[in-house]
């Protein structure tokens, strides 16, 4: 019978028929085979995406209870043995060697040898010129063997887990308690599990959750990991433990093949921009392994306990919804009227606009017709309603953006640059959804390069990856006229940060990685804070401009003093010494210049100590016409208060800067 259908089946044929075999497959296993759409792409892409996913949940956790966040990242290098250990498998030594990717024959090593004893010789040539080393050498010495064994683990002081619920958030792929209308950094109940899913691709290895809610004397401890073909939780343990010391948070543990080498920059720029964007945060990062000089601690100070305000959950706008989710928010209603469920189940609805909406949408509706008696059509009559009647737009009270203080101080701690200026825009809307852009533009400081230097945030994330295409980096590109502004976008160091929240980020893709550039309504809300900014700048980079070239001026006088003294002085010498005839000419008050010249009244020094006096009361009164022009006069000054350790000392100490004076004085009634 086989060998029959074999003959008779055209050769697609055999293929289509297995195809068309029906088959399902949980979200877990949709995930673990397609990892990369939630930014697992490789090992080191992988150890980024989990020191993310642990730190934004961490971050989360904290802020819900509007809890000061305390984050604590560390990531363990775990060697072969230690890792074969764990699991209690043998170490085994190789005896086959040409089995191998790394076997290198004789020849091939003798050959390697050489090239890189001939490399050396050159790079210590170069050293010893004092030229910078390439790159490109240390680029050839890579090989492809850098993946690792790696415990990452993420401490919180958050809200913890209640201890039945723990398996189910960690454990089974899309599920979470951020799927509410609200502004969260997490939404799709996915990245922690693919962290697990990751763990068990890579090592095997379960992960291990401690957590403790708030107010609760035992710590849960649970290691679990993933069925992937049932999405479903597996436990392998699951206790509670004394906590003693009342401690709540969560502290999860995940041991992964990762890449360190490779992605290490980029997960000490992610935590360095998030440490931009929340500055209200303690963060400390570490890499440990077994090595000591390849450890590393990095601790981003808090520096200031100003935290924004939690997000809020909001309710739904008429025009951010659609056929399937008003029959979710049917059936999951409190309310009993159609009236009712319009009025409070929707913003931006009043009960006399749901009447008029009512009577707009015919006959068969009634206010206080039941909301649950909704039928198929009913409730296609509501949605094209909704799509086609005009509402008050949703407000952005619900949304919380990091505010102008906490992103200026983040810029400024991370950055020290020069100049910051920054703006938060008024709330504005896309699709229903409200949204606020706030951006800070800075020039020069610590580790900027010359050019735009971009910083994303969505929802308060950093945006590490897939910079091209998004909204902020085309605007910051090319709509942004950059010299308007007196900003030499390709010298000066220039960074742009704009950071956008709303209820619903429109994130191309599920990595979580860049905004498109397409919703105009996001575009020109980000192109108009840069342009604010911009707009704060120049006036500033006008005023330095001009108090440089003041500067600069009497600098240039200053210069030629001593020069202009001596000459003076030797002119007058010169005069003296002349035969009275001549001197006669020079009138009376030669005479009492050759007087003071000669009781030594006047020397080279008092000359140039005049010159030097007059140059600065040249620049001081320049100083005030220019004030008093840019409106910088009196009413600038302002008083601030400081108490005096000590109230016995009097002293009067002046700051000068080009554009301000900072006096410090003490006593009462100056
Ligand atoms: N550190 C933590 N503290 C408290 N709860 C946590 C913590 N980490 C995760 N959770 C809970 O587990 C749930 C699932 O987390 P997970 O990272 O899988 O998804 P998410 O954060 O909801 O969404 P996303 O996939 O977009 O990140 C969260 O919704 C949260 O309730």
Known sequence: MEGESKTKAKPGKVGSSREASLKQKSPAEFFSENKNIAGFDNPGKSL??????????????????????????????????????????????????ALYDDYETEKAREKRLAKE?????????????????????KKAAKSRGESAFLKVTCKDNGKGMAHDDIPNMLGRVLSGTKYGLKQTRGKFGLGAKMALIWAKMSTGLPIDVTAATVGQDFCSHCILDIDINKNIPHVHLHEKQENSSKWHGAEIQVTIEGNWTTYRSKIISYMRQMAVI??????????????????????????????????????YHPSAVDLLLIKRLIAETSKQTLVQFLQHDF????????????????????????????????????????????????????LSPAGEYNLRLGIIKELHPDMVATHEGSPQVFEGHPFIVEAGVSIGGRDVKPGLNIFRFANRIPLLFEQGGDVVTRTA?????????????NQDKVGVFVSIVSTKIPFKGTGKEYIGDD????????????????????????????AWDKQERKRTLAKYIPGVSRALYDTL??????????????????DELVQKVSSHEITEATIKQKLTQHVDQMDMEMALEYATQSGMVEAAREAVFLNCLDDKQTF?????SPVCVFRLFSGFGV
Request: net charge positive; charged share 30%; aromatic share 6%.
């Open 477 to 489: 590109m090319k709509r942004i006229n950059w010299n308007n502004y007196k900003i030499k976008e």
């Open 519 to 546: 919703i105009e309504e996001i575009a020109s809300a980000v192109k108009s804070a840069i342009q604010q900014c911009c707009g704060q700048l120049k006036a500033k980079i006008i005023r330095q401009q001009a």
């Open 117 to 137: 004893a001939k490399e050396q010789e050159k790079q210590a040539k170069i050293a010893a010129s004092g030229k910078k080393i390439k790159e490109v050498a």
């Open 278 to 315: 929340t500055p209200y945060a303690e963060f400390l990062f570490k890499y440990v392994t077994e090595s000591q000089d390849k450890n590393m601690t990095i601790r981003f100070r808090r520096r200031t306990d100003v935290m924004p305000p939690a997000p809020a959950e909001t309710k």
């Open 573 to 590: 010498l010169t005069m003296i010494e002349n035969d009275q005839s001549k001197r006669r000419k020079y009138g009376e008050e030669f």
């Open 652 to 656: 009067v100490v002046d700051l000068k």
């Open 48 to 97: 980024y995406t989990t020191v993310r996913e642990l730190v934004e949940n961490a971050l989360d956790s904290a802020e819900s209870i509007s809890e000061l966040p305390v984050v604590e990242v560390t990531i363990e290098e775990i060697s072969r043995s230690k890792f074969n250990n764990l699991i209690g498998l043998i170490e085994r030594d190789r005896i086959d060697t």
């Open 347 to 398: 913003t931006s609805i009043s009960k006399s606009h749901a009447e008029r909406l009512i009577g707009e949408m015919g006959s068969e509706f009634s206010p206080k017709m039941a909301v649950k008696s909704l039928t198929d059509q009913h409730i296609v009559r509501i949605h094209q309603l909704f799509r086609q009647a005009k509402f008050d737009e949703p407000s952005g009270e619900c």
